[in-house]
DNA sequence: GCGACAG
DNA sequence: ATCTTGTCGC
């Protein structure tokens, strides 16, 4: 793919970011043959909820691993072009550097916003690492061809551990940083789980009713 | 040829 | 990711 070989070469690995007072978090979530993009902004280290944008789109491209960026991204910019306010960083749903031609999603969208950014994905997509603490803030290096490419996080105690790279405009040591400092008490950073809630709304894509209390 | 494989 | 209720575990 011509495109990542082209954009790999813009990521930049060393921090380029001001102070951080909002940060956010992309999700998407399908339907049929629909992507919903959603992107929400938080306040920081407050994590409150500051603004929520979502955009849809049809599904154009299938999953390949590998090439994420081609099926989200359509929806993501759409998502972010709604924003009044443009985030201090972003945290991605998937991999930064950690892929194969090191330009997961995050950086591949990263580079196109030109915004600093985040790699946070629930799984491994290539590299080798050692099994991190199971205390909260234990990690481990992530490593692929002999370089370091990303961190294996452990984010809550006896839940699997979160896949942290660089996205853009950032080192590794103040992405884990900034990823565990937005976890509350769950495995996903509020950024993560607030815009995951957000792809998932609406489309008939049915909410959990809650339940009423006479039922319980 | 076989296994791995973000969401 | 999505199709989906109850259920296993602390």
Known sequence: MSIQERLRHKVVTVNVLGPV????????????????????????PDLAMEERATAELPIQFPYVPGLLAFREAPATLAAFEKLAVIPDLVIFDGQGLAHPRRLGIASHVGVLLDLPSIGCAKSRLCGEHQEPGNEPGAWSWLYD?????????RSKADADPLFVSIG????????????????????LPETTRLAHLAAGEAHGMDQPRQRSLFEL
Not at 24 to 42: E, M, P, Q, S, T
Not at 168 to 187: F, G
Request: charged share 15%; hydrophobic share 45%.
């Open 21 to 44: 007072r909002t940060v956010a978090g992309v999700d998407i979530g399908f339907r049929h043959n629909l992507a919903r993009a959603a992107v929400v902004v938080l306040s920081y």
């Open 145 to 153: 061809q002999g370089e370091v490419i990303g961190a294996v996080v």
């Open 168 to 187: 853009h405009k950032i080192d590794l040591p103040t992405a884990i940083h900034y990823v565990l400092s937005c976890c509350r008490n769950n495995r």
